[in-house]
């Protein structure tokens, strides 16, 4: 007579449908950063707190190259004006990289000249105003007695009436 066990749990299908995409893009960037040597991911992911934000504005690590005997070799992109500034920099930010992770992970910094990838400046639009609200704007501006502060009182105005009408999920 088989026993029936109850206690186990049923066997999930997987989900059909849509997949959310983080659900699946840190399998994806360890595949494609291990096919250019980056066995750890987070030297791409914390590029900017390894090498500091300054730095990190004017280069990217794009491959990290076993060296054999002498080590490894990081390669990074940076643009025109940062790769020579760079290549003296070198030793400081070996030290920088070895002691984030706590080993020695390179050795050697290898600088190619390219294009770095900028995220697009984001424009706001200025906020259209009703006519109550530009006069009362002006109203309560009026009295400033500079035209420049005035100005700049009411675009602060404006940009505090903006943040009001805002939802409390976009606000800051």
Not at 22 to 45: I, N, P, Y
Not at 144 to 155: E, G, K, M
Request: aromatic share 4%; net charge positive; with cysteine.
């Amino acid at each position: 007579m088989s026993e029936r066990n109850d206690t186990a749990e049923p066997q999930r299908r997987p989900r059909r449908g849509p997949q959310p995409l983080a659900q699946d893009a840190g399998a994806l960037l360890k595949h494609h950063l291990s096919a250019r040597g980056f066995a750890q991911v987070e030297l791409v992911t914390r590029w900017s707190e390894i090498a500091g934000r300054g730095l990190a504005a004017h280069c990217f690590p794009y491959r990290l190259s076993e060296g054999g005997a002498s080590g490894a070799t990081l390669t990074l992109v940076a643009d025109d004006r940062a790769a020579l500034e760079l290549q003296h920099q070198a030793p400081k930010l070996l030290d920088k990289l070895n002691s984030y992770f706590g080993r020695t992970v390179a050795s050697k910094i290898k600088v190619v000249a390219g294009d770095i990838p900028r995220p697009d400046a984001v424009t706001r639009k200025t906020l259209a105003l009703s006519a109550s609200e530009a006069q009362e704007l002006e109203r309560q501006a009026s009295p400033v007695q500079d035209p420049a502060l005035r100005d700049a009182l009411t675009r602060l105005g404006r940009h505090a009436l903006a943040e009001s009408r805002k939802p409390q999920v976009y606000k800051r």
